[in-house]
């Protein structure tokens, strides 16, 4: 028997085949997305292989072809993908810092090109430019509902919780004192102080930064911000001599104010400082910067 000639051209035809099942492909001939397909570079990883990590910008699409991928969002949450998926599109589509984190649970293979590229091909191919990003559309819109929804259960959530503790802080209160009364109530007021609004810290994002300029006229970067805190990259070192005392300019694309405040702790690559209680002008601007934050967020 006779083999049939193995042709390399017939490899995008098949993986295309299969895109047009996926939501960002929809509406598209096989043709066009064999062109597309051919475009991308083939790569290999071993098992245990880590792709990329949350907070990781992406610079290339990435499909997977074969094997399994786990997709890893907290210590308890973990997606398996499959082929074919792609592998975290939004963060590559819209230059949003990943999420997840991402590793080969098997030996796999991916077909990567370039972000910048894969956007020329549909701007330069119209007939299915149009498809491809009322797609992208309906992608984010899904996540932002998604999101939205997440967010709603964890409001809640948090007001229930809330309430609960302030409630068994008061019963601590009333009761009689016992040997775990005072580090129980103390406990209690410490969470509940966390839990406040004014520690709910958002990410500023590219189109709309924030830095700090420091005394000695060098900026480091915001990587979060609330009322209470900010985390700014770099080391406590970068920041200040003195970790009990630190002030700086605080510069968001609308304005500037002046910031004070103790360094907690260095984590992640940051600085998180706890912000002493702003006057209500410079307050005041801080919070609709944070507002604005949080719009963009729930837009992209």
Same mark, same amino acid.
């Given at each position: 028997?006779?083999?049939?000639?193995?042709?390399?051209?017939?490899?995008?035809?098949?993986?295309?085949?299969?895109?047009?099942?996926?939501?960002?492909?929809?509406? *598209?001939?096989?043709?066009?997305?064999?062109?597309?397909?051919?475009?991308?570079?083939?790569?290999?990883?071993?098992?245990?292989?880590?792709?990329?990590?949350?907070?990781?910008?992406?610079?290339?699409?990435?499909?997977?072809?074969?094997?399994?991928?786990?997709?890893?969002?907290?210590?308890?949450?973990?997606?398996?993908?499959?082929?074919?998926?792609?592998?975290?599109?939004?963060?590559?589509?819209?230059?949003?810092?990943?999420?997840?984190?991402?590793?080969?649970?098997?030996?796999?293979?991916?077909?990567?090109?370039?972000?910048?590229?894969?956007?020329?091909?549909?701007?330069?191919?119209?007939?299915?430019?149009?498809?491809?990003?009322?797609?992208?559309?309906?992608?984010?819109?899904?996540?932002?509902?998604?999101?939205?929804?997440?967010?709603?259960? *964890?409001?809640?959530?948090?007001?229930?919780?809330?309430?609960?503790?302030?409630?068994?802080?008061?019963?601590?209160?009333?009761?009689?004192?016992?040997?775990?009364?005072?580090?129980?109530?103390?406990?209690?007021?410490?969470?509940?102080?966390?839990?406040?609004?004014?520690?709910?810290?958002?990410?500023?994002?590219?189109?709309?930064?924030?830095?700090?300029?420091?005394?000695?006229?060098?900026?480091?970067?915001?990587?979060?911000?609330?009322?209470?805190?900010?985390?700014?990259?770099?080391?406590?070192?970068?920041?200040?001599?003195?970790?009990?005392?630190?002030?700086?300019?605080?510069? *968001?694309?609308?304005?500037?104010?002046?910031?004070?405040?103790?360094?907690?702790?260095?984590?992640?690559?940051?600085?998180?400082?706890?912000?002493?209680?702003?006057?209500?002008?410079?307050?005041?601007?801080?919070?609709?910067?944070?507002?604005?934050?949080?719009?963009?967020?729930?837009?992209?």
């Amino acid at each position: 028997m006779q083999l049939a000639e193995f042709r390399e051209e017939d490899v995008p035809v098949t993986i295309a085949s299969s895109l047009k099942s996926l939501p960002l492909f929809q509406g *598209m001939s096989e043709a066009r997305l064999g062109e597309l397909v051919a475009a991308f570079q083939s790569r290999t990883h071993k098992a245990g292989t880590v792709l990329f990590k949350a907070g990781d910008v992406a610079t290339h699409f990435e499909l997977l072809t074969k094997g399994e991928v786990s997709l890893e969002e907290s210590a308890t949450t973990r997606f398996d993908l499959r082929p074919v998926s792609p592998l975290g599109e939004l963060g590559a589509l819209t230059g949003i810092p990943r999420s997840t984190t991402a590793t080969a649970t098997t030996d796999i293979e991916i077909l990567t090109v370039p972000v910048g590229d894969l956007l020329g091909f549909f701007d330069t191919h119209a007939d299915i430019g149009f498809a491809f990003y009322k797609n992208l559309l309906n992608v984010v819109s899904d996540k932002v509902r998604r999101d939205r929804r997440r967010l709603d259960e *964890m409001r809640s959530n948090i007001i229930r919780t809330q309430k609960a503790m302030k409630k068994m802080r008061e019963t601590v209160l009333a009761a009689a004192e016992t040997e775990i009364s005072k580090p129980l109530f103390e406990s209690l007021d410490q969470l509940i102080d966390n839990n406040r609004r004014a520690n709910y810290r958002v990410s500023p994002t590219p189109g709309f930064p924030a830095q700090v300029r420091l005394d000695n006229g060098h900026f480091a970067r915001v990587l979060e911000v609330s009322e209470g805190y900010l985390k700014v990259e770099g080391k406590t070192s970068d920041l200040t001599a003195d970790p009990s005392y630190w002030a700086g300019v605080l510069v *968001m694309p609308t304005s500037e104010i002046l910031v004070s405040g103790t360094v907690l702790r260095e984590d992640n690559g940051g600085v998180v400082v706890k912000l002493d209680t702003l006057v209500d002008e410079f307050k005041a601007k801080l919070d609709d910067y944070s507002v604005r934050l949080q719009l963009l967020d729930f837009v992209v």
